[in-house]
C-alpha cells in the first residue's frame, strides 16, 4: 500500500481506533498518522479505568435499578445546562444523540467486538442536590471487565488485522503541522517525522525533527484528544468568570502528549472551535508514588464519607461531597485562594471505599483477575491503596487527631490548620453518627448510598465515629487539583463532520473524541456524567467511520 489512502486518520487513540475499525469494514483504505510510537497505541483510554454510561442495562436491572432514556436524558440536559444558542446547536443534537445509543444499541455493540462488563453498577457524580440539578438519578457507571485497554484491545485487534489484509498503515512518529486544504476541502496532511522513540507508553517522548512528510487522502479526520496535559491551554482557557481565579498549581491526570495542539491547528485551516472555555478537572488528585509522565496525578474515586476539608480546616458546605458534584467543588476550592483540600477519615472508610483511577491502579479488574477482584469485599486496603498509604507523599497516618493535625502541617507548613478548628469539625461530624437521624447531609447521603446493596456490600462504609479507635488509625489525605478533560472543541455535525465559523460544513474534515468535544463540540454541556468520556470517543469515531464509509468515491 502507498502512502496514499481513502482517509486520513490523525491520532491513534481510541477514537481513531473506532472511526478506523469502522472505514475498514467496508473495505475502504486508511492511513493512521500519530506523533507517539507504537507503544501508545489507544491512546490516553489505555490508561483510564474504563468506564461506560449505560442506560436500562441488564446490570441495572439484575441489582434493582430503575433507569429510562427519559430519566438518562432529563439527567443530562439537567447537567448540561446548555444556553449558548450558536455553540449548543450541534451539541444538544449530539446529546440527545448519544442518550439514544447509551439506552440503545451501545451495549450490544460493544458486546459483539468480545467486551464485557463487571455485574455491579457504579453511581458517579450523585449530584448537586435538586432533581432539576447536575447528577446521575441513579447509578449508571458499568466498568469494564479489563478497564481501559480491554476497550483499546477490541477495537485495535480488528483494525491490526485490517493492517496485515493491506487496508491500514500505521505512520508513527508523524507529527502533523498543516493540513492540506484545496478548493475549500481537506485532502492531506502535512508535518515533522520524529526521530524514533523506544520510551515506555505514556512516557514523554522527543519532539527531535528527522524530516518532513505529506499524505494525501479523500477525507482527513481529526482525533487528536483535548489539551489536559498543557497546562499553558488550560490556564488560557480557564473560565475564571465561572469557576473562579486560575489554579496556581496543578497535577496532571494525561500524559504530555494531550497537548491540543491540532485544535489550533484545525482552526488555522478554516474549522470551528465553540465552548472552548469548558473543561472537566477532578479535585481528588494525589501525587503518583511511581510516576510515567510529568506530574503524574492519580485521581481518588471516592465513596462518600469521607470528611472534607479546605485548606484552612473549614468543611467543604454541602452538597459538596466526595463523589457528587465536580465543577462545583471546583469553583468552592478555587475561590477559597487554595489550590489544595483535605480529606479526614479512617482505616475502615480508606478499605471500603477508596479506588483509584487508572487501568494500572486496578490489576485485578485490568487483568480480569477474578480471584483478586473477590478480595476487594474483604477485610484490607487493595495493594494499590495500600501502596500509597506506604509511599504516597499526600498521606498522613497517625493514631490520633492532634498526631493527625501536626502531619498534615508538616505537608503543607506555608497554611498551617488550626488543631482547633479542625477538631470541631471533626467532633461535630461524630455527634451526628450515634443515632438514626441526623441533620447532617453528608450523613444522609450515606445512608442514602448504602440503600444500594452493591454499594452496601462493596463500596460504602458503615457510618461511625472518625475518632472511634475500632476504626483507626486516623488518615488525613492531602487532595491536588488535577487537570484532564477537555469539554469544549472542534464543532461537528452528526456525522461528525467539521463545521465552519459560518455553519458550513468543511469538505473532507471530520473530527472524533475529545478534541471534537465528544461530540459536536461539547456534548456535556457544562458538565459530565462520569463513564461518557470513553462512549463519546466510541460514538463519535463510530459516526465519522460510518458516514465517510457511506460517502466516499
Not at 191 to 215: D, I, N
Request: charged share 25%; net charge neutral.
Amino acid at each position: 500500500m502507498s502512502d496514499d489512502a481513502d482517509v486520513i486518520v490523525v491520532g491513534a487513540g481510541l477514537a481513531g481506533l473506532v472511526a478506523t475499525y469502522e472505514l475498514t469494514r467496508a473495505g475502504r483504505r486508511v492511513i493512521v498518522v500519530d506523533q507517539e510510537s507504537e507503544a501508545n497505541l489507544g491512546g490516553q483510554a489505555f490508561w483510564s479505568l474504563g468506564g461506560l454510561f449505560l442506560v436500562d442495562s441488564p446490570e441495572q436491572r439484575r441489582v434493582g435499578i430503575r433507569d429510562s432514556r427519559e430519566l438518562a436524558l432529563a439527567d443530562w440536559l439537567d447537567s448540561a445546562g446548555f444556553d449558548r444558542e450558536r455553540e449548543d446547536h450541534w451539541p444538544r443534537q449530539w446529546a440527545h444523540a448519544y442518550v439514544d445509543f447509551a439506552a440503545g444499541e451501545k451495549r450490544d455493540y460493544l458486546y459483539r467486538l468480545g467486551l464485557r462488563v463487571t455485574p455491579t453498577v457504579g453511581w458517579a457524580e450523585r449530584g448537586a442536590g435538586t432533581a432539576t440539578g447536575h447528577g446521575n438519578s441513579v447509578p449508571r457507571f458499568h466498568l469494564t471487565w479489563g478497564t481501559g485497554p480491554e476497550v483499546v484491545r477490541v477495537f485495535a485487534e480488528p483494525v491490526r488485522a485490517a493492517a496485515e489484509r493491506g487496508l491500514v498503515v500505521f505512520r508513527h512518529r508523524h507529527r502533523v503541522d498543516e493540513l492540506i486544504v484545496e478548493d475549500g476541502a481537506a485532502v492531506g496532511v502535512r508535518g515533522t517525522t520524529l526521530v524514533p522513540s523506544a520510551e515506555p507508553r505514556g512516557v514523554a517522548s522527543s519532539r527531535e525533527a528527522a524530516g518532513e512528510f505529506a499524505f494525501r487522502a479523500q477525507a482527513v479526520v481529526v482525533t487528536s484528544g483535548g489539551i489536559g496535559g498543557n497546562h499553558e491551554l488550560v490556564r488560557k482557557n480557564w473560565p475564571v468568570d465561572r469557576i473562579g481565579p486560575v489554579p496556581r498549581s496543578m497535577i496532571t491526570g494525561v500524559p504530555a502528549y494531550v497537548d491540543g495542539r491540532m485544535l489550533e491547528i484545525t482552526e488555522g485551516a478554516g474549522g470551528s472551535i465553540v465552548n472552548r472555555d469548558r473543561m472537566w478537572h477532578y479535585t481528588e488528585g494525589i501525587k503518583n508514588w511511581d510516576p510515567v509522565w510529568p506530574d503524574h496525578a492519580i485521581r481518588i474515586i471516592p465513596g462518600p464519607s469521607p470528611l472534607w476539608l479546605d485548606a484552612t480546616g473549614r468543611r467543604l458546605p454541602a452538597p459538596l461531597f466526595p463523589g457528587h458534584d465536580t465543577l462545583a467543588t471546583l469553583r468552592h476550592i478555587v475561590h477559597t485562594g487554595h489550590d489544595h483540600t483535605w480529606f479526614v477519615l479512617t482505616r475502615a472508610i480508606v478499605e471500603k471505599e477508596f479506588a483509584l483511577s487508572g487501568s494500572e491502579q486496578n490489576p485485578d479488574i485490568t487483568g480480569k483477575d477474578l480471584k483478586l477482584a473477590l478480595s476487594r469485599v474483604r477485610k484490607g486496603a487493595p495493594g494499590p491503596v495500600q501502596a500509597f498509604l506506604d509511599r504516597g507523599e499526600d498521606f498522613v497516618v497517625r493514631r490520633t487527631l492532634r498526631e493527625l493535625v501536626a502531619g498534615m502541617n508538616a505537608l503543607e507548613p506555608a497554611t498551617p490548620l488550626d488543631f482547633a478548628r479542625v477538631e470541631r469539625e471533626v467532633t461535630a461530624r461524630d455527634r451526628e453518627v450515634g443515632h438514626a437521624f441526623s441533620k447532617d447531609l453528608q450523613l444522609m447521603a450515606v445512608h442514602n448510598a448504602r440503600e444500594y446493596w452493591p454499594d452496601r456490600l462493596t463500596r460504602v462504609a458503615k457510618p461511625h465515629r472518625l475518632l472511634d479507635p475500632a476504626h483507626g488509625p486516623l488518615i488525613a489525605v492531602r487532595l491536588h487539583l488535577l487537570t484532564r478533560k477537555t469539554l469544549g472543541g472542534l464543532e461537528t455535525t452528526l456525522d461528525s463532520q467539521v463545521v465552519r465559523p459560518d455553519g458550513s460544513v468543511f469538505d473532507g474534515l471530520y473530527a472524533a473524541g475529545e478534541v471534537a468535544g465528544f461530540g459536536g463540540g461539547g456534548v456535556h454541556g457544562y458538565n459530565a456524567l462520569e463513564g461518557t468520556f470513553l462512549g463519546g470517543c466510541i460514538f463519535s469515531g463510530r459516526a465519522a467511520g460510518r458516514a465517510l464509509a457511506r460517502s466516499l468515491a
